[in-house]
């Protein structure tokens, strides 16, 4: 049974900072990434990160970049967001997804998506 499941969401103020968590278990694939995608209120979901299961490699959107990390731990199979200088935009619904193909944080590439956990960041 595939299970893809997020933790760590909450709310911070601005400037803070939270982990995210995404376990993902029970397929067999090979050469796949992980990847975080967001919601926001109103707005589409977009890809933000991921990193490959098999060289490491990462992949942000501009609106992150330099502010988010990705990382990965293979021996216990848990992939983590770490996110710092948050802002009030940043505040969504933080999806973990598999992803497999060609086109990175793109949801065409999701293959299994987890179950999303709330990020707000307000004063």
């Known amino acids: 049974q595939v299970q893809v499941v997020e933790s760590g969401g909450g709310l911070v103020q601005p400037g803070e900072s939270l982990r995210l968590s995404c376990t993902a278990s029970?397929?067999?694939?090979?050469?796949?990434?992980i990847g975080w995608f967001r919601q926001a209120p109103g707005k589409e979901r977009e890809g933000i990160s991921s990193?490959?299961?098999?060289?490491?490699?990462?992949y942000y959107a501009n609106s992150v970049e330099g502010r988010f990390t990705i990382s990965r731990d293979n021996t216990k199979n848990i992939t983590w967001l770490q996110m710092d200088s948050l802002k009030p935009e940043d505040t969504a619904i933080y999806y973990c997804a598999v992803e497999q193909g060609e086109k990175r944080l793109s949801e065409e590439s999701v293959v299994f998506w987890g179950h999303g956990t709330h990020v707000t960041v307000s004063s």
């Open positions: 029970g397929f067999a694939l090979d050469d796949y990434r």
């Open positions: 990193i490959s299961i098999s060289d490491g490699r990462t």
